[in-house]
């Protein structure tokens, strides 16, 4: 274990000395989501892409990360983003094409078909097929909406990752939170470097299939899956029902997320390293929902009840902060 975070480690420092003489991994900071100055490499994710490939070939896996189609699908998916981490921009619609063809090729050769979701509805096995589909692409968007801030998606995904490792002790999962925790070291709480786009989609792409197969195995309920990752799908299905309701583009960024508006409020109360410090105030209202999940992962009522609570607590939470920066912005002029 401790071979793979210094592999990620010495991978992603190498990244951050490469991008003080070249700008292929640089990030631009003059983006609506930017949030820092400093010039910083955003391939991240290509230090714990590149661990992950190492533990492949050196490992032995099971399912569901096991196969030559599993892996395919995996670097496709990574891909989607990373073109984007060394700017080679994809248009949002070719992204989520080459999301959605990776995903099948994973869901096609690893029984991830959930159609029981019990005590709400059942489906059909092909709409259930496209559902999963859809399931995995959302979460791998999820996480990288979520990903403006240092340790903020990597802390998640870590989380998430260990949660699935006390349920259900794997080699691979533990694994995966090591190659994080070796990114980590250089992002949180300084931002030496970004994880991009490319990790972000990888990260909830593995958290989500992780998550799929444990329900399928019985050893949670598929709300327990949702229950703890539900901050970034909130995040997104919100961000694009306000994007509708303004009339704008689902796809088109914009600085009105959470995460964004508590950093606005943090930033304007002039507390010290705003950007870490929103990372860690949002891990840390998550954390009790998903303990309290934990706790509960095979009852279902429960689970629905939880995930209730928090989307009540979003909502409450995201329009005090809305409402404050705007006083605020206005106390200003």
């Given at each position: 274990?401790?071979?793979?975070?210094?592999?990620?480690?010495?991978?992603?420092?190498?990244?951050?000395?490469?991008?003080?003489?070249?700008?292929?991994?640089?990030?631009?900071?003059?983006?609506?989501?930017?949030?820092?100055?400093?010039?910083?490499?955003?391939?991240?994710?290509?230090?714990?892409?590149?661990?992950?490939?190492?533990?492949?070939?050196?490992?032995?896996?099971?399912t569901p990360f096991k196969g030559f189609f599993v892996f395919l699908g995996l670097s496709l998916v990574f891909l989607s983003g990373f073109l984007e981490d060394i700017n080679l921009s994809l248009s949002p619609k070719i992204r989520l094409i080459l999301q959605a063809i990776g995903v099948v090729c994973i869901i096609s050769s690893t029984p991830l078909v959930v159609s029981d979701f019990s005590p709400l509805f059942s489906l059909p096995y092909f709409i259930a097929f496209l559902f999963a589909v859809f399931m995995l692409v959302g979460i791998s968007n999820a996480i990288n909406i979520i990903d403006g801030f240092n340790g903020l998606a990597s802390g998640i995904c870590t989380i998430t990752?260990?949660?699935?490792?006390?349920?259900?002790?794997?080699?691979?999962?533990?694994?995966?939170?090591?190659?994080?925790?070796?990114?980590?070291?250089?992002?949180?709480?300084?931002?030496?470097?970004?994880?991009?786009?490319?990790?972000?989609?990888?990260?909830?792409?593995?958290?989500?299939?992780?998550?799929?197969?444990?329900?399928?195995?019985?050893?949670?309920?598929?709300?327990?899956?949702?229950?703890?990752?539900?901050?970034?799908?909130?995040?997104?299905?919100?961000?694009?029902?306000?994007?509708?309701?303004?009339?704008?583009?689902?796809?088109?960024?914009?600085?009105?997320?959470?995460?964004?508006?508590?950093?606005?409020?943090?930033?304007?109360?002039?507390?010290?390293?705003?950007?870490?410090?929103?990372?860690?105030?949002?891990?840390?209202?998550?954390?009790?929902?998903?303990?309290?999940?934990?706790?509960?992962r095979l009852n279902a009522y429960a689970l629905i009840i939880i995930s209730l609570v928090f989307i009540a607590c979003y909502l409450i939470g995201y329009a005090y902060l809305n409402r404050r920066v705007c006083a605020l912005e206005k106390r200003a002029f």
């Open positions: 274990m401790g071979a793979i975070f210094l592999t990620s480690l010495f991978i992603c420092s190498l990244i951050v000395l490469w991008s003080k003489k070249s700008t292929l991994f640089v990030d631009n900071a003059n983006k609506i989501q930017g949030f820092h100055h400093a010039r910083t490499p955003r391939a991240g994710g290509l230090g714990i892409f590149l661990s992950f490939v190492l533990a492949y070939l050196f490992e032995s896996f099971e990752l260990l949660v699935i490792h006390y349920i259900d002790p794997s080699n691979l999962s533990c694994l995966l939170a090591y190659m994080v925790l070796g990114f980590m070291v250089l992002n949180f709480p300084l931002g030496k470097i970004f994880l991009g786009d490319g990790g972000a989609y990888f990260l909830g792409l593995v958290c989500g299939i992780s998550l799929l197969n444990l329900s399928l195995e019985q050893k949670i309920s598929v709300f327990f899956g949702l229950n703890l990752m539900l901050y970034p799908v909130i995040e997104v299905l919100f961000s694009i029902l306000r994007r509708k309701i303004k009339r704008q583009k689902a796809t088109m960024p914009d600085n009105l997320h959470l995460h964004t508006l508590l950093f606005q409020f943090l930033q304007q109360r002039s507390l010290n390293y705003p950007n870490p410090l929103c990372a860690f105030i949002l891990i840390l209202c998550n954390l009790p929902f998903i303990l309290t999940s934990v706790f509960f």
